[in-house]
């Protein structure tokens, strides 16, 4: 007699703090920087340049703003599924205090679970990603509006892949 085996059970995701270093390599995080910026309108306001060129032109596209309201995850979160848009960044900006998590992978071929990265804004923070760079769709722990710029064309841009062993994304690590 042959018992059934047991399925594994998915490795645990944690995210970390969403800083510019650790994010360098899929994209921009969008954040106020320490630096004075430019003042602008008579002295009334500062300009801060973040991210100089959102690449959403490739081959015919243009930019296109979107409101994402999206209600918050109940956590853990099973990881099974990713995109990627190969010709264009996509950003993602809360309107107002509200944290999200981003989970990523290197831009390349169909990311293994052991490629993902997870992080976790502050309430404040926005990203870029880099076109190209793996993702999971938005994970709101608040839930809110999120403001969306990403490319448009007539063709779609989203490749999707499939990991082979799912990933349980928690905020918190087991003590």
Not at 81 to 95: A, M, N, T
Not at 127 to 137: K, S
Request: with cysteine; proline share 10%; aromatic share 6%.
């Amino acid at each position: 007699m042959h018992a059934d085996p047991v399925p594994p059970t998915p490795s645990l995701l944690v995210p970390q703090p969403l800083t510019t270093a650790a994010f360098a390599p899929y994209g921009t995080v969008l954040e106020a920087p320490e630096t004075p910026g430019q003042s602008i309108n008579a002295g009334n306001a500062r300009r801060f340049d973040l991210v100089d060129d959102l690449q959403l032109n490739a081959a015919g596209g243009h930019a296109l703003l979107a409101l994402f309201r999206a209600l918050p995850r109940s956590f853990p979160v099973p990881v099974r599924e990713l995109e990627r848009h190969v010709l264009g960044s996509q950003s993602f900006v809360p309107l107002g205090e509200r944290r999200f998590v981003i989970v990523v992978a290197p831009a390349g071929p169909a990311p293994a679970a052991t490629a993902l990265r997870a992080f976790i804004t502050n309430g404040q923070q926005g990203v870029t990603l880099h076109p190209g760079t793996w993702h999971h769709a938005l994970l709101a722990v608040d839930g809110g509006d999120f403001i969306v710029l990403e490319r448009a064309a007539e063709a779609v841009d989203c490749d999707l892949a499939t990991l082979e062993r799912a990933l349980s994304l928690i905020l918190h690590p087991q003590a």
